[in-house]
């Protein structure tokens, strides 16, 4: 009877996962995020020139053989930035997802297992956090707190983390009606017990999905907190903080000083969300 019970979710698993090597949009978007990681990682050791050194006699260069992408208006090769500014990005959001997703699944957990009055105050603090846009939040806390790393990654995390709630919420909700949480409780195991070792592997499928959803938007809010100057600093090759500085330069046609990192900005974005979409179908099969 143990080995029918432990069988069926291994044959569930295998099942997700032969789902994932089916599903194009999967493959597709893994790809490009994995190119991603790989120049987060490795670029530094493969790029033609040091990403930082300018090279003012080369400023403002046109797209060529000698330089792919041209160079900016101090002359560094916008091709080497492009591929090194996934770093910093791919460090930032990622660890703000994390946080977001410990915070929302604790959170979650909390008002979804207790409900009454915990339920009811901390679901209205939700619903009025989000009717603010996450960015316009992370702005003000930044201008009140500062700029760095560490502070963006705490306040997209913090900002992000109760819309993940909602979804583990209501994950709970269907949860703890099922007869294995009746049992927890006649077994008088606690409270922490039950939500963390009885409900939350139940619950993982949607926290999965909902986490490479909020990976996309955490991109895509570092990106614009360092386009508006309050994220990643200089000389840091990050490519919302080259849209920004570059942005100018578009009305004297020198186009390629924004263009290629946007697109890599795109990309990535584009890679998550088809991550996320296949992933998601996989799990619903």
Not at 26 to 51: E, K, N, Q, S
Not at 164 to 191: C, G, M, Q, W
Not at 227 to 244: H, K, N, R, T, Y
């Amino acid at each position: 009877m143990t080995d029918v019970a432990a069988a069926a979710p291994r044959s569930r698993r295998q099942e997700v996962v032969a789902a994932l090597f089916r599903s194009g949009s999967f493959m597709i978007g893994v790809t490009i995020v994995l190119f991603w990681v790989v120049c987060a990682l490795f670029g530094r050791h493969f790029v033609p020139y040091d990403p930082l050194a300018a090279d003012i006699l080369n400023a403002l260069g046109s797209p060529s053989s000698e330089h792919w992408f041209g160079t900016d208006q101090l002359g560094r090769d916008i091709f080497s930035r492009v591929i090194v500014g996934s770093r910093d990005l791919l460090i930032v959001a990622p660890l703000a997802t994390i946080l977001a997703i410990v915070v929302g699944t604790v959170l979650g957990l909390l008002i979804g297992y207790f409900r009454g009055i915990v339920d009811d105050v901390v679901s209205r603090l939700i619903e009025a956090k989000m009717a603010i846009p996450s960015v316009i939040i992370a702005l003000l806390a930044i201008v009140a707190l500062g700029t760095s790393e560490t502070m963006v990654i705490i306040v997209i995390g913090l900002s992000f983390g109760p819309v993940i709630a909602r979804t583990v919420r209501s994950a709970v909700l269907s949860e703890r009606e099922f007869d294995y949480v009746a049992a927890a409780k006649l077994r008088r195991e606690n409270a922490v017990h039950i939500m963390f070792v009885e409900i939350l592997p139940n619950i993982l499928p949607p926290i999965l999905v909902e986490s490479s959803v909020r990976l996309g938007y955490a991109i895509f809010s570092v990106a614009t907190l360092s386009f508006l100057g309050f994220g990643l600093q200089p000389p840091s090759p990050d490519w919302g903080l080259s849209v920004a500085t570059n942005y100018s330069m578009i009305s004297g046609g020198y186009w390629w000083t924004v263009l290629f990192d946007a697109l890599a900005i795109a990309s990535l974005i584009v890679g998550v969300n088809l991550t996320a979409d296949g992933l998601q179908g996989a799990l619903d099969d």
